[in-house]
């Protein structure tokens, strides 16, 4: 029993820590953000290759 007072304690701790309750709630969603713009791309399939001609010479 108590283990479950210990949580119910921790847990009012944590959110009463604003600094700890945005860091977890905020910072995943920005780095989601940040991930999902600059590889949004690579993970629609819409990367475009050009297929370069080398000049081979005799």
Known sequence: ???????????????????????TIVMPLVLILILGLSLGSVFEGSTFIPNHKTHNPK
């Not at 029993?1 to 860091?23: E, G, Q």
């Open 1 to 23: 029993m108590h283990v479950v007072f210990i949580a119910i304690k921790d847990t009012l701790i944590f959110l009463r820590d604003r600094t700890a309750l945005l860091l």
